[in-house]
């Protein structure tokens, strides 16, 4: 049958809840054919009796869907029961919907319902007290606590703990979301800071064996075609030692053994004389005191795509390196000839200049790349006193 449009649509009851409303029931039946009942006088014949029975157990089809509606006409056939000769499952059945009305109704009646069954057994208590005026009444409070009261606070119990549970399970599930959030970061500025010790260590060695191999096939002179052959050689020796070093690392991160150190600003020296015997005309300026070691590699390593660049880039003429401090900043500027032509003289991925701002950007500092006038200049600023738990060091 079609449901019409606007209609809420009733959600069938639960199965567990239908088993409890049949076996009240029938429980209730079985009770009240053999003749037992709660209460010794009835001011209403057994049939009021048998009607709050079954109206308990129908309400107990809604302890999920409506539990504070079920609660609420659940108290009027208790009522009724307690009028008539008392059915035990009646009492039973009531006592489940009290304890349903905290578990699955809205946090206000989780809040509501034992304090209000609370004070109605305190109430009950001190009436009987008053009319009876016998210390006997207490049991009748006693019961009243045990049929309303007590159901309440044991659903409040659990459903307690039933939240902190779903607390726990929300705040594990975030916390693996964000580990792996930070795992996946992790990888990347990982594979970035490889992406640029690779592309640091072999661009310029690469970069100088394109440049003399091009200039060993297009000058037919054997001196000059042997002179490109041995630079050519020892760019490429010295590559793929750095090569194999990288590898090195890569593979025996968890050994024991430590990786080789990286490169320091002591080592500028040996960079530049490698850059002459490449063919630039390199001049070195380097005055500063000692500096962190993050500082010092991003320095050295910003110092040596530069002269990767002007071997490519630039054109003839002296290429100036200069280092100094100055307010605690290490700067670090190379300037070499700008010559505007249509491409490179060897092919390049275009990381350098990305690799080299990442750098800066890591340690806090400044980058700047670009033409001033005849020249190609790179200034770079890299603080000493920076946070440099993450940054160039490898």
Partial sequence: MAVRPGRPRLSRPHRFDVAIALAGLLGGLAMSALGLSTSGSALLPPAWGLLALAVMAGLELLRRSAPRAALLAGTGALVLDVLAPGNAATILMYTDLAYAAVLYGPPSAARRVPVVTGLASLAVTL????????????????????????????????????????????????????????????????????????????????????????????????????????????????????????????????????????????????????????????CLSAEHAEVPAPVGLAAYRIVQESLTNALKHGGPGPVAVALGERDGVLEVRVSSPYVRRGGPLAPGSGAGLVGMRERAALLGGTFSAGPDGERWTVRAGLPLAADTTSGGAR
């Fill in 127 to 282: 009436g009987f007290l008053v009319w009876w005026r016998d210390p006997q009444a207490l049991f009748v409070g006693l019961g009243a606590a045990l049929v309303s009261f007590g159901p309440a606070a044991t659903g409040a119990l659990v459903r307690d703990h039933r939240d902190a549970a779903e607390a726990a399970r929300l705040r594990a599930g975030q916390t693996a979301l964000l580990a792996e959030r930070d795992r996946v970061q992790a990888v990347t500025a990982e594979r970035a800071r490889v992406a640029r010790e690779l592309h640091d260590l072999v661009a310029g060695h690469l970069s100088a064996i394109a440049i003399h191999s091009t200039a060993a096939l297009s000058i037919d002179e054997p001196g000059t075609t042997k002179e490109a052959l041995g630079v050519i050689r020892e760019n490429s020796v010295e590559g793929l030692a750095q090569m194999r070093r990288l590898i090195g690392i890569l593979r025996d991160a968890g050994a024991e053994e430590a990786p080789a150190a990286a490169p320091t600003l002591d080592g500028l020296g040996a960079l530049v004389e490698g850059a002459r015997a490449n063919g630039l005309d390199v």
